[in-house]
Protein backbone atom coordinates (compact mmCIF):
# COMPACT_ATOMS: atom_id res chain seq x y z
CA UNK A 1 0.00 0.00 0.00
CA UNK A 2 1.25 3.60 -0.55
CA UNK A 3 1.21 6.35 2.27
CA UNK A 4 3.39 7.19 4.95
CA UNK A 5 4.32 4.94 7.42
CA UNK A 6 1.79 6.29 10.20
CA UNK A 7 -0.58 5.30 7.60
CA UNK A 8 0.61 2.16 7.57
CA UNK A 9 0.56 1.41 11.23
CA UNK A 10 -2.53 3.04 11.63
CA UNK A 11 -4.01 0.79 8.82
CA UNK A 12 -1.98 -2.77 10.39
CA UNK A 13 -4.10 -1.84 13.54
CA UNK A 14 -7.25 -3.38 11.67
CA UNK A 15 -5.28 -5.43 8.93
CA UNK A 16 -2.46 -6.92 10.19
CA UNK A 17 -1.57 -8.15 6.94
CA UNK A 18 -0.67 -4.47 6.01
CA UNK A 19 2.23 -4.68 8.42
CA UNK A 20 3.91 -6.66 6.03
CA UNK A 21 4.97 -3.07 3.92
CA UNK A 22 6.86 -2.01 6.93
CA UNK A 23 9.41 -5.31 6.33
CA UNK A 24 9.16 -4.34 2.87
CA UNK A 25 10.54 -0.95 3.45
CA UNK A 26 12.83 -1.40 6.22
CA UNK A 27 14.22 -4.72 6.50
CA UNK A 28 17.67 -3.70 4.49
CA UNK A 29 18.04 -0.97 6.52
CA UNK A 30 17.24 -3.09 10.04
CA UNK A 31 19.16 -5.57 8.92
CA UNK A 32 22.25 -3.65 7.81
CA UNK A 33 22.29 -2.01 11.66
CA UNK A 34 22.13 -5.10 13.26
CA UNK A 35 24.99 -7.01 11.48
CA UNK A 36 26.77 -3.90 11.98
CA UNK A 37 26.43 -4.30 16.35
CA UNK A 38 26.21 -8.29 16.17
CA UNK A 39 27.39 -9.41 12.87
CA UNK A 40 27.07 -13.46 11.89
CA UNK A 41 25.73 -15.70 12.90
CA UNK A 42 23.01 -14.05 15.47
CA UNK A 43 22.67 -11.01 13.77
CA UNK A 44 19.75 -12.24 11.16
CA UNK A 45 17.71 -13.78 13.78
CA UNK A 46 18.09 -10.46 15.72
CA UNK A 47 16.91 -8.16 12.48
CA UNK A 48 13.86 -10.52 12.34
CA UNK A 49 13.10 -10.50 15.47
CA UNK A 50 12.78 -6.39 15.35
CA UNK A 51 9.68 -6.78 12.87
CA UNK A 52 8.06 -9.92 15.09
CA UNK A 53 8.93 -7.29 18.16
CA UNK A 54 7.60 -4.48 16.04
CA UNK A 55 4.88 -5.79 15.04
CA UNK A 56 3.37 -6.92 18.38
CA UNK A 57 4.11 -3.47 19.79
CA UNK A 58 2.26 -1.57 16.41
CA UNK A 59 -0.88 -0.08 18.60
CA UNK A 60 1.94 1.89 20.29
CA UNK A 61 3.28 3.17 17.26
CA UNK A 62 3.03 7.42 17.63
CA UNK A 63 1.26 8.09 14.33
CA UNK A 64 2.52 12.12 14.92
CA UNK A 65 6.03 10.41 13.81
CA UNK A 66 5.47 9.99 9.75
CA UNK A 67 8.79 7.54 9.42
CA UNK A 68 8.89 4.48 11.34
CA UNK A 69 12.29 3.95 10.73
CA UNK A 70 13.77 5.37 13.95
CA UNK A 71 11.11 3.29 15.88
CA UNK A 72 11.83 0.64 14.35
CA UNK A 73 16.14 1.16 14.93
CA UNK A 74 14.48 1.75 18.67
CA UNK A 75 13.83 -1.37 18.64
CA UNK A 76 16.72 -2.94 17.06
CA UNK A 77 19.13 -1.80 19.32
CA UNK A 78 16.72 -2.50 22.36
CA UNK A 79 17.17 -6.30 20.97
CA UNK A 80 20.63 -5.90 20.83
CA UNK A 81 21.15 -5.27 24.02
CA UNK A 82 19.00 -7.76 25.29
CA UNK A 83 20.81 -10.64 22.81
CA UNK A 84 24.48 -9.17 24.23
CA UNK A 85 22.95 -9.76 28.01
CA UNK A 86 21.60 -12.81 27.35
CA UNK A 87 24.99 -14.60 25.49
CA UNK A 88 26.48 -13.13 28.68
CA UNK A 89 24.20 -14.93 30.86
CA UNK A 90 24.65 -17.95 28.96
CA UNK A 91 28.72 -17.56 29.42
CA UNK A 92 28.46 -16.45 33.02
CA UNK A 93 30.21 -13.16 32.00
CA UNK A 94 29.92 -9.48 32.08
CA UNK A 95 27.79 -8.27 28.83
CA UNK A 96 30.69 -5.95 28.02
CA UNK A 97 32.88 -8.66 28.18
CA UNK A 98 30.92 -10.60 26.02
CA UNK A 99 30.37 -7.85 23.54
CA UNK A 100 33.85 -7.31 23.54
CA UNK A 101 34.86 -10.81 22.97
CA UNK A 102 32.20 -10.50 19.72
CA UNK A 103 33.83 -7.40 18.43
CA UNK A 104 36.86 -8.87 18.64
CA UNK A 105 36.38 -12.58 17.22
CA UNK A 106 34.09 -11.22 14.36
CA UNK A 107 36.96 -8.35 13.01
CA UNK A 108 40.03 -9.84 14.14
CA UNK A 109 39.96 -12.09 10.38
CA UNK A 110 39.37 -8.93 8.17
CA UNK A 111 41.12 -5.89 9.92
CA UNK A 112 44.73 -4.72 11.29
CA UNK A 113 45.81 -4.18 14.95
CA UNK A 114 44.90 -0.77 15.12
CA UNK A 115 41.25 -0.94 13.50
CA UNK A 116 40.36 -3.58 16.30
CA UNK A 117 41.87 -1.59 18.93
CA UNK A 118 38.69 0.58 18.20
CA UNK A 119 36.39 -1.97 18.30
CA UNK A 120 37.87 -3.66 21.07
CA UNK A 121 37.34 -0.36 22.55
CA UNK A 122 34.20 0.22 21.77
CA UNK A 123 33.03 -3.10 24.05
CA UNK A 124 34.39 -0.93 26.63
CA UNK A 125 31.77 1.44 26.86
CA UNK A 126 29.09 2.12 29.26
CA UNK A 127 26.10 0.27 27.20
CA UNK A 128 24.12 3.28 27.13
CA UNK A 129 27.05 5.47 25.43
CA UNK A 130 27.25 2.14 23.08
CA UNK A 131 23.54 1.83 22.47
CA UNK A 132 23.32 5.54 21.48
CA UNK A 133 26.73 5.27 19.34
CA UNK A 134 25.62 2.52 17.58
CA UNK A 135 22.43 4.28 16.47
CA UNK A 136 24.57 7.10 14.88
CA UNK A 137 27.31 5.56 13.17
CA UNK A 138 25.84 2.31 11.92
CA UNK A 139 22.19 3.41 11.82
CA UNK A 140 23.11 7.38 10.70
CA UNK A 141 20.55 8.25 12.73
CA UNK A 142 20.20 12.19 13.61
CA UNK A 143 19.61 13.47 17.53
CA UNK A 144 16.58 14.24 17.01
CA UNK A 145 15.73 10.36 15.42
CA UNK A 146 17.96 8.48 18.39
CA UNK A 147 15.99 10.71 20.74
CA UNK A 148 12.26 9.19 19.45
CA UNK A 149 14.10 6.37 19.24
CA UNK A 150 15.16 5.95 22.69
CA UNK A 151 12.70 7.94 24.56
CA UNK A 152 15.28 10.21 25.78
CA UNK A 153 16.10 14.46 25.42
CA UNK A 154 17.99 15.34 22.33
CA UNK A 155 20.56 16.88 25.14
CA UNK A 156 21.38 13.77 26.66
CA UNK A 157 22.25 11.87 23.36
CA UNK A 158 24.49 14.72 22.44
CA UNK A 159 26.19 14.58 26.03
CA UNK A 160 26.42 10.66 25.57
CA UNK A 161 28.06 10.69 22.07
CA UNK A 162 30.97 13.27 23.05
CA UNK A 163 31.16 11.30 26.48
CA UNK A 164 31.58 7.80 23.69
CA UNK A 165 33.69 9.89 21.42
CA UNK A 166 36.29 11.41 23.80
CA UNK A 167 36.32 8.16 25.35
CA UNK A 168 36.95 5.73 22.28
CA UNK A 169 39.93 8.50 21.41
CA UNK A 170 41.30 8.09 25.17
CA UNK A 171 40.87 4.59 24.69
CA UNK A 172 42.55 4.19 21.39
CA UNK A 173 45.55 6.22 21.81
CA UNK A 174 46.17 4.79 25.50
CA UNK A 175 46.14 1.55 24.08
CA UNK A 176 48.75 2.20 20.89
CA UNK A 177 51.47 4.15 23.50
CA UNK A 178 51.02 0.87 26.06
CA UNK A 179 51.46 -1.23 22.71
CA UNK A 180 54.17 0.97 21.28
CA UNK A 181 56.24 0.80 25.09
CA UNK A 182 55.86 -2.62 25.30
CA UNK A 183 57.73 -2.79 22.26
CA UNK A 184 60.42 -0.46 22.79
CA UNK A 185 60.72 -2.31 26.62
CA UNK A 186 63.34 -4.83 25.67
CA UNK A 187 65.79 -2.26 24.01
CA UNK A 188 65.18 -0.02 27.20
CA UNK B 1 44.56 6.45 16.63
CA UNK B 2 44.57 10.22 14.98
CA UNK B 3 41.25 9.22 13.22
CA UNK B 4 38.08 9.94 13.98
CA UNK B 5 36.83 6.17 15.82
CA UNK B 6 33.22 7.50 14.70
CA UNK B 7 34.58 7.78 10.94
CA UNK B 8 36.51 4.30 11.59
CA UNK B 9 33.68 2.62 13.29
CA UNK B 10 31.67 3.32 9.87
CA UNK B 11 34.36 2.18 7.35
CA UNK B 12 34.81 -0.93 9.21
CA UNK B 13 31.31 -1.47 9.66
CA UNK B 14 30.93 -1.82 5.79
CA UNK B 15 27.40 -2.53 4.07
CA UNK B 16 25.76 -5.46 5.04
CA UNK B 17 23.02 -6.65 2.69
CA UNK B 18 20.77 -9.78 3.27
CA UNK B 19 20.60 -12.47 1.07
CA UNK B 20 16.97 -13.84 -0.05
CA UNK B 21 17.06 -16.47 2.16
CA UNK B 22 17.38 -13.96 5.02
CA UNK B 23 15.29 -12.31 3.75
CA UNK B 24 12.64 -14.85 2.88
CA UNK B 25 13.05 -16.41 6.91
CA UNK B 26 12.44 -13.02 8.66
CA UNK B 27 9.53 -12.45 6.65
CA UNK B 28 8.36 -16.25 7.51
CA UNK B 29 8.48 -15.31 10.74
CA UNK B 30 7.11 -11.67 10.67
CA UNK B 31 3.68 -13.71 8.55
CA UNK B 32 3.71 -16.17 11.42
CA UNK B 33 3.16 -13.60 13.99
CA UNK B 34 0.53 -12.00 11.49
CA UNK B 35 -1.40 -15.21 11.41
CA UNK B 36 -1.57 -15.70 14.99
CA UNK B 37 -2.56 -11.99 15.82
CA UNK B 38 -4.91 -11.91 18.46
CA UNK B 39 -8.22 -10.60 16.54
CA UNK B 40 -11.10 -9.81 18.64
CA UNK B 41 -13.43 -9.66 15.76
CA UNK B 42 -13.23 -13.34 14.44
CA UNK B 43 -13.61 -14.81 17.71
CA UNK B 44 -17.57 -13.52 17.09
CA UNK B 45 -18.00 -16.29 14.60
CA UNK B 46 -16.79 -19.10 17.08
CA UNK B 47 -19.30 -21.10 18.08
CA UNK B 48 -19.44 -22.17 21.88
CA UNK B 49 -18.05 -25.76 21.28
CA UNK B 50 -14.65 -24.04 19.22
CA UNK B 51 -14.32 -21.29 21.86
CA UNK B 52 -14.18 -24.00 24.76
CA UNK B 53 -11.60 -25.75 22.58
CA UNK B 54 -9.87 -23.07 22.19
CA UNK B 55 -9.76 -22.27 25.74
CA UNK B 56 -8.71 -25.94 26.95
CA UNK B 57 -5.58 -25.63 23.66
CA UNK B 58 -4.48 -21.91 25.40
CA UNK B 59 -4.89 -23.60 29.14
CA UNK B 60 -2.70 -26.84 28.22
CA UNK B 61 -0.27 -24.49 26.24
CA UNK B 62 -0.27 -22.18 29.05
CA UNK B 63 1.11 -24.76 31.67
CA UNK B 64 4.01 -26.22 29.07
CA UNK B 65 5.14 -23.04 28.81
CA UNK B 66 7.73 -23.03 31.35
CA UNK B 67 7.97 -19.70 33.70
CA UNK B 68 11.28 -17.83 32.91
CA UNK B 69 9.81 -17.93 29.61
CA UNK B 70 6.54 -16.75 30.10
CA UNK B 71 7.88 -14.14 32.33
CA UNK B 72 10.46 -12.70 30.20
CA UNK B 73 8.47 -12.71 27.49
CA UNK B 74 5.80 -10.65 28.97
CA UNK B 75 7.49 -7.78 30.71
CA UNK B 76 10.07 -8.13 27.68
CA UNK B 77 7.03 -6.47 25.84
CA UNK B 78 6.89 -4.33 28.60
CA UNK B 79 10.12 -2.95 28.84
CA UNK B 80 10.38 -1.85 25.15
CA UNK B 81 7.35 -0.07 25.55
CA UNK B 82 8.29 1.79 28.44
CA UNK B 83 11.77 2.74 27.10
CA UNK B 84 9.65 3.98 23.51
CA UNK B 85 7.72 6.01 26.18
CA UNK B 86 7.66 9.74 25.57
CA UNK B 87 9.45 11.33 29.00
CA UNK B 88 7.28 12.81 31.12
CA UNK B 89 8.65 16.70 32.01
CA UNK B 90 6.96 18.61 34.51
CA UNK B 91 6.18 22.63 33.04
CA UNK B 92 6.78 25.01 35.61
CA UNK B 93 3.80 25.66 37.57
CA UNK B 94 2.35 22.41 36.71
CA UNK B 95 2.35 19.37 38.97
CA UNK B 96 2.58 15.45 38.93
CA UNK B 97 -0.59 14.09 39.93
CA UNK B 98 -1.24 10.71 41.51
CA UNK B 99 -3.81 8.99 43.66
CA UNK B 100 -4.09 6.20 45.32
CA UNK B 101 -6.55 4.00 47.24
CA UNK B 102 -4.19 1.81 49.70
CA UNK B 103 -5.66 -0.47 52.95
CA UNK B 104 -2.52 -1.22 55.28
CA UNK B 105 -2.51 -2.66 58.73
CA UNK B 106 -2.08 -1.53 62.00
CA UNK B 107 -0.60 -3.16 64.65
CA UNK B 108 -0.53 -1.12 67.70
CA UNK B 109 2.21 -1.63 70.60
CA UNK B 110 1.52 -3.81 73.26
CA UNK B 111 -0.90 -2.79 76.10
CA UNK B 112 -1.78 0.24 73.87
CA UNK B 113 -5.20 -0.99 73.87
CA UNK B 114 -5.92 -1.41 77.48
CA UNK B 115 -8.49 -4.50 78.49
CA UNK B 116 -7.38 -6.73 75.32
CA UNK B 117 -5.29 -9.65 75.73
CA UNK B 118 -2.82 -10.66 73.20
CA UNK B 119 -1.97 -9.05 69.83
CA UNK B 120 -4.49 -6.63 68.46
CA UNK B 121 -4.89 -5.12 65.08
CA UNK B 122 -6.68 -4.05 62.09
CA UNK B 123 -6.55 -3.04 58.76
CA UNK B 124 -6.80 1.37 57.89
CA UNK B 125 -8.31 2.45 54.43
CA UNK B 126 -6.98 5.43 53.09
CA UNK B 127 -6.92 7.67 50.09
CA UNK B 128 -3.83 9.53 49.17
CA UNK B 129 -3.12 12.63 46.58
CA UNK B 130 0.18 13.61 45.42
CA UNK B 131 0.67 16.57 43.79
CA UNK B 132 4.78 17.35 42.89
CA UNK B 133 6.95 19.23 41.30
CA UNK B 134 10.35 18.16 42.83
CA UNK B 135 10.80 20.98 44.96
CA UNK B 136 7.00 20.96 46.28
CA UNK B 137 4.46 18.49 47.51
CA UNK B 138 1.13 18.69 48.49
CA UNK B 139 -0.44 15.44 50.09
CA UNK B 140 -4.14 15.16 50.64
CA UNK B 141 -4.31 12.06 53.20
CA UNK B 142 -8.67 10.88 53.55
CA UNK B 143 -8.51 8.28 56.13
CA UNK B 144 -11.69 6.23 56.50
CA UNK B 145 -12.78 3.62 59.13
CA UNK B 146 -10.64 0.42 60.15
CA UNK B 147 -11.27 -3.52 58.99
CA UNK B 148 -11.57 -5.20 62.82
CA UNK B 149 -10.38 -8.81 62.64
CA UNK B 150 -11.90 -9.11 66.10
CA UNK B 151 -14.96 -7.55 67.63
CA UNK B 152 -13.60 -6.51 70.97
CA UNK B 153 -10.51 -5.38 69.59
CA UNK B 154 -13.18 -2.58 67.34
CA UNK B 155 -15.08 -2.00 71.02
CA UNK B 156 -11.52 -1.29 72.52
CA UNK B 157 -10.11 0.97 69.25
CA UNK B 158 -13.00 3.37 70.05
CA UNK B 159 -13.36 3.06 73.31
CA UNK B 160 -9.94 4.69 73.51
CA UNK B 161 -10.23 7.34 71.33
CA UNK B 162 -7.75 5.63 68.44
CA UNK B 163 -9.80 6.68 65.69
CA UNK B 164 -9.11 10.30 66.15
CA UNK B 165 -5.73 9.29 66.76
CA UNK B 166 -5.79 7.80 63.10
CA UNK B 167 -7.74 10.64 62.35
CA UNK B 168 -10.64 7.95 60.91
CA UNK B 169 -13.53 10.20 58.22
CA UNK B 170 -10.63 13.62 58.28
CA UNK B 171 -8.95 14.69 55.14
CA UNK B 172 -5.47 15.98 56.12
CA UNK B 173 -3.92 18.18 53.66
CA UNK B 174 -0.03 18.86 54.35
CA UNK B 175 2.55 21.21 52.11
CA UNK B 176 6.05 20.43 52.06
CA UNK B 177 9.44 22.40 50.41
CA UNK B 178 12.82 20.83 50.23
CA UNK B 179 12.34 17.12 50.88
CA UNK B 180 14.83 14.85 49.30
CA UNK B 181 13.79 11.80 48.15
CA UNK B 182 17.01 9.38 48.01
CA UNK B 183 15.51 7.15 45.96
CA UNK B 184 14.93 9.52 43.79
CA UNK B 185 17.92 11.83 43.29
CA UNK B 186 19.91 8.82 42.65
CA UNK B 187 21.04 8.53 39.90
CA UNK B 188 20.05 4.64 38.71
CA UNK B 189 21.82 3.31 36.06
CA UNK B 190 19.53 2.59 32.91
CA UNK B 191 21.11 -0.43 31.75
CA UNK B 192 19.36 -3.95 33.40
CA UNK B 193 22.69 -5.51 34.50
CA UNK B 194 24.31 -2.17 35.82
CA UNK B 195 21.04 -1.24 37.59
CA UNK B 196 20.54 -4.88 39.34
CA UNK B 197 24.35 -4.46 40.32
CA UNK B 198 23.06 -1.06 41.94
CA UNK B 199 20.10 -2.03 43.76
CA UNK B 200 22.40 -5.03 44.86
CA UNK B 201 24.34 -2.98 46.37
CA UNK B 202 21.84 -0.63 48.12
CA UNK B 203 19.94 -3.61 49.85
CA UNK B 204 22.92 -4.97 50.68
CA UNK B 205 23.20 -1.68 53.08
CA UNK B 206 19.78 -2.26 54.51
CA UNK B 207 20.23 -4.97 57.85
CA UNK B 208 17.54 -6.58 56.04
CA UNK B 209 17.21 -10.29 57.13
CA UNK B 210 14.85 -10.73 53.98
CA UNK B 211 17.22 -12.81 50.90
CA UNK B 212 18.72 -10.00 48.53
CA UNK B 213 16.33 -11.08 45.55
CA UNK B 214 13.27 -9.88 47.42
CA UNK B 215 15.17 -6.97 48.77
CA UNK B 216 15.77 -6.06 45.65
CA UNK B 217 11.82 -6.73 44.50
CA UNK B 218 10.69 -4.25 47.20
CA UNK B 219 13.26 -1.36 45.76
CA UNK B 220 12.22 -1.73 42.29
CA UNK B 221 8.84 -1.64 42.97
CA UNK B 222 9.63 1.62 44.97
CA UNK B 223 10.99 3.21 42.48
CA UNK B 224 8.18 2.49 40.35
CA UNK B 225 5.69 3.93 42.69
CA UNK B 226 8.15 6.77 44.04
CA UNK B 227 9.99 8.17 41.51
CA UNK B 228 8.09 8.38 38.15
CA UNK B 229 11.35 6.99 36.44
CA UNK B 230 12.47 8.10 33.22
CA UNK B 231 11.68 5.91 30.10
CA UNK B 232 15.07 3.91 30.65
CA UNK B 233 14.59 3.97 34.06
CA UNK B 234 11.37 2.34 34.07
CA UNK B 235 12.64 -0.38 31.34
CA UNK B 236 15.59 -1.05 33.05
CA UNK B 237 13.52 -2.01 35.93
CA UNK B 238 11.06 -4.20 34.18
CA UNK B 239 13.78 -5.83 32.83
CA UNK B 240 15.53 -6.34 36.28
CA UNK B 241 12.15 -7.55 37.82
CA UNK B 242 12.16 -10.09 34.47
CA UNK B 243 15.54 -11.88 36.32
CA UNK B 244 13.97 -12.12 39.70
CA UNK B 245 12.38 -15.32 41.36
CA UNK B 246 8.79 -13.83 40.26
CA UNK B 247 5.97 -15.61 38.93
CA UNK B 248 3.80 -14.99 36.03
CA UNK B 249 0.33 -14.77 37.91
CA UNK B 250 -1.91 -13.07 35.06
CA UNK B 251 -1.89 -11.25 31.61
CA UNK B 252 -4.83 -9.51 30.15
CA UNK B 253 -5.43 -8.87 26.51
CA UNK B 254 -4.66 -5.44 26.90
CA UNK B 255 -0.82 -6.31 27.94
CA UNK B 256 -1.56 -5.78 32.05
CA UNK B 257 0.46 -8.15 33.73
CA UNK B 258 0.80 -9.49 37.25
CA UNK B 259 3.44 -10.74 39.18
CA UNK B 260 3.73 -12.59 42.14
CA UNK B 261 6.76 -13.25 44.23
CA UNK B 262 6.37 -15.30 47.73
CA UNK B 263 8.94 -15.37 50.80
CA UNK B 264 9.34 -16.17 54.74
CA UNK B 265 8.84 -13.04 56.36
CA UNK B 266 8.24 -14.62 58.73
CA UNK B 267 5.53 -15.21 57.85
CA UNK B 268 4.81 -17.01 54.68
CA UNK B 269 4.50 -13.82 52.41
CA UNK B 270 3.62 -13.24 49.02
CA UNK B 271 3.74 -9.84 46.97
CA UNK B 272 1.72 -9.33 43.58
CA UNK B 273 2.31 -6.22 42.03
CA UNK B 274 0.02 -5.35 38.38
CA UNK B 275 1.92 -2.90 35.99
CA UNK B 276 0.27 -2.39 33.08
CA UNK B 277 1.56 -2.00 29.27
CA UNK B 278 3.45 0.66 29.41
CA UNK B 279 4.91 -0.53 33.15
CA UNK B 280 3.17 1.70 35.14
CA UNK B 281 2.67 0.05 39.01
CA UNK B 282 -0.96 0.10 39.06
CA UNK B 283 -1.95 -2.32 41.90
CA UNK B 284 -0.12 -4.02 44.30
CA UNK B 285 -0.81 -6.35 47.15
CA UNK B 286 1.15 -8.35 50.31
CA UNK B 287 -1.10 -10.85 51.90
CA UNK B 288 0.67 -13.39 54.95
CA UNK B 289 -0.11 -16.91 53.99
CA UNK B 290 -0.20 -17.93 57.95
CA UNK B 291 -2.02 -16.64 60.74
CA UNK B 292 -0.16 -14.00 62.79
CA UNK B 293 -0.43 -11.19 65.24
CA UNK B 294 -3.91 -11.69 65.28
CA UNK B 295 -4.16 -11.53 61.33
CA UNK B 296 -5.96 -14.64 59.93
CA UNK B 297 -4.15 -16.07 56.93
CA UNK B 298 -4.42 -15.11 53.52
CA UNK B 299 -5.05 -11.30 54.75
CA UNK B 300 -3.75 -8.71 52.70
CA UNK B 301 -1.63 -6.65 54.75
CA UNK B 302 -1.29 -4.14 51.97
CA UNK B 303 -3.16 -3.58 49.44
CA UNK B 304 -3.23 -0.52 46.70
CA UNK B 305 -4.26 0.78 43.48
CA UNK B 306 -2.14 3.38 41.97
CA UNK B 307 -3.36 5.93 38.82
CA UNK B 308 -1.44 6.85 36.18
CA UNK B 309 1.12 9.49 37.05
CA UNK B 310 -0.36 12.77 34.90
CA UNK B 311 0.51 16.51 34.27
CA UNK B 312 -1.84 19.05 36.11
CA UNK B 313 -1.75 22.64 36.64
CA UNK B 314 -3.70 23.44 39.89
CA UNK B 315 -3.47 21.58 43.25
CA UNK B 316 -7.30 20.54 43.20
CA UNK B 317 -8.02 17.07 42.51
CA UNK B 318 -8.79 16.62 39.04
CA UNK B 319 -12.47 15.43 38.38
CA UNK B 320 -12.56 11.82 37.95
Keep these: ?188 | MHEDPFEVLRRLAGDPVPTDADRLRALTRLEHAIGTDRAPVRFRWLTPVAAAVAVVVIAVGVMLVTRPTAVEAALGEIATAARLATPQEIPTGSFLYTRTEETSLGIPEQGDLIGIEGPVAYLLPMTRQEWDNGDFQQLTITTYAPIFFDPAVEAAYYAHGWDRRDGVGETVTRQLTGITNDLATTNWPTNPDDLKEALDDYTSQSGSDLPLDIQVFHLATDLLRATNPTPALRSALIEVLAQLPVTLANQTPDGTVTLTITYNQPPATRDTITLDDQGHLIAETSTILQAADGVPANTNTYQATHTIPTIVDTLDPPTP
Design chain 1, 1 to 188: MDGTDAEVMEASWDDPSVFAEVFHRYYPTVFAYVMRTVGHPDGPDVAAEVFVEAFRSRRRYDTSYPSARGWLLGIAAHLVGTHYRRKARLRRVPADEAMEGDFADEVAERVDASRSTILTAMGRLRPAEREILSLFVFADLSYREIAQALGIAQGTVRSRLNRARTKLRNLTEFSNEHREGGREAPDA
